[in-house]
């Protein structure tokens, strides 16, 4: 899954792709690259991010995702049942859902659902980093979830533990290390760590955009471990990271 973010503030490429000429280009270049999904976002998650309106969201995602269907699979990343609604009547066919509360949008349109878990809200949610056993509750919470939108109708439904979302360093690191816990729940998993913060952390403060070699360690880890979509800002060095674990 390929990110491009239609966003002035994003924390890695925020103001890249905010012209949609610009957005779709790079859109297509993630396909060429490898990526089955271009996850399209019209509003930034990162930690104490300002939320956007509605109407600004859809001016920001619906125009892309219509030039790219058609063209490679479209997820749009939102939080909002009025941009997911828009996103699928576009063309869009999975909704990734940051808030894990979208299921009966994608039921309606026969779409794919990403559950991801998170505590609070991007401009909340490092209040609410505060685990007895992380791995447990994430997969608790993200279990319940999928067996609603299942009973909902969702036919498609993938799992995320949402790196960095609420979450410390060490909460990180232990969804990383016991990820194959929520492989066994039998549901496919998402994991996005691309050039997350704990990453920079981990690698002597390395800029946001000096993670490449960081997240290909986490993707390479994901994959091997079972997880069976990555959501990632460098696609070309990911494939080719993914297509050595699978050889
Ligand atoms: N992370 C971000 C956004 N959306 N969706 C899923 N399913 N999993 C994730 O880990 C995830 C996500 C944050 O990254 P990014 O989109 O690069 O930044 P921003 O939220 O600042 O736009």
Known sequence: MGVLNVTPDSFSDGGCWLD????VAHGLALASEGADVVDVGGESTRPGAVAVTVDEELRRVVPVISALVGRVRVSVDTRKAEVAEAALAAGATIVNDV???LHEVAAAHGAGWVAMHMRGTPA???QH???DDVVAEVREFL??????????GVGEIWIDPGLGFAKTTDHNLSLLRRVDELVATGIPVLIGASRKSFIGRLT???AVDDRLEGSLAAAV???DKGVAMVRVHDVRPTVQAARLVAA
């Open 20 to 23: 949609p000429e610009a957005a």
């Open 99 to 101: 808030s894990a509360t």
């Open 124 to 126: 909340t949610m490092q």
């Open 129 to 131: 980093a505060v685990y």
């Open 143 to 152: 279990v319940q979830r999928a067996e609603k939108a299942a009973a909902a």
């Open 204 to 206: 002597g403060d390395a």
């Open 221 to 223: 880890w994901a994959i």
